[in-house]
């Protein structure tokens, strides 16, 4: 088995909790109205496009044409889009931190908006933690895609074989196994460490 120098990290529902639920539940006052404007107005094939590196405040002007009886909900999913961000997923960035002390590279690959990234960056003292980190929103390419992963590899000269790419998106897990590097799906800090060592990884 090739030896894993790189550990590189999905950030929404592994390092941080990130729900636009956390929002809409105190703007509607109620869970069933949130879910349903969230399953039907502000999808998140929606919220991708600013992902892949749309700027807000055209996809939320986009929407509001679409919607305009919606025009004040879909306008706080900028203003106040600080207010879906939950704390730090439990137990990651403990896990992270020990990879690190214990000699590995880590890198961050994320589909995120170029415009919120920065809140989360300053937010979190996890994020200083990185060798490096590929933001879709500036590359204007998204997971599960295979030229954000080449962007990654690329940019840090890394090797597919000697990465171990950690994501909760099934596609994204499957997506860097395309491109040769390791991938686990990630469910929870614990069930990451029993991953981990499947590669003969000890921390």
Not at 41 to 53: K, R, V
Not at 67 to 74: C, F, L, M, Q, Y
Not at 94 to 117: C, H, M, P
């Amino acid at each position: 088995m090739t030896q894993i120098k790189n550990i590189v990290f999905d950030f929404g529902g592994v390092l941080v909790d990130w729900n636009p639920r956390y929002l809409y539940d105190k703007y509607f006052g109620d869970k069933e109205q949130s879910q349903w404007f969230l399953d039907n107005i502000c999808l998140y094939s929606w919220n991708l496009q600013m992902d892949g590196g749309k700027p807000f405040a055209e996809g939320v002007k986009e929407l509001q044409a679409k919607h305009p009886e919606w025009t004040e909900a879909i306008g706080i999913y900028h203003t106040r889009w600080i207010e879906m961000m939950g704390g730090e997923v439990a137990g990651t960035a403990d896990v992270l931190r020990s990879l690190k002390q214990a000699g590995y590279k880590i890198y961050g690959l994320t589909n995120w908006s170029a415009e919120t990234f920065p809140m989360i960056r300053d937010t979190y003292p996890v994020f200083q933690e990185f060798d490096g980190i590929v933001v879709s929103g500036e590359e204007h390419l998204l997971k599960p895609y295979a030229p954000i992963y080449h962007c990654l590899l690329e940019r840090y000269g890394l090797q597919g074989e000697e990465s171990l790419f950690i994501d909760d998106n099934a596609d994204n897990v499957a997506a860097a196994r395309e491109v040769g590097m390791h991938s686990v799906r990630f469910t929870d800090a614990e069930n990451l460490v029993q991953q981990l060592r499947e590669f003969g990884i000890e921390i």
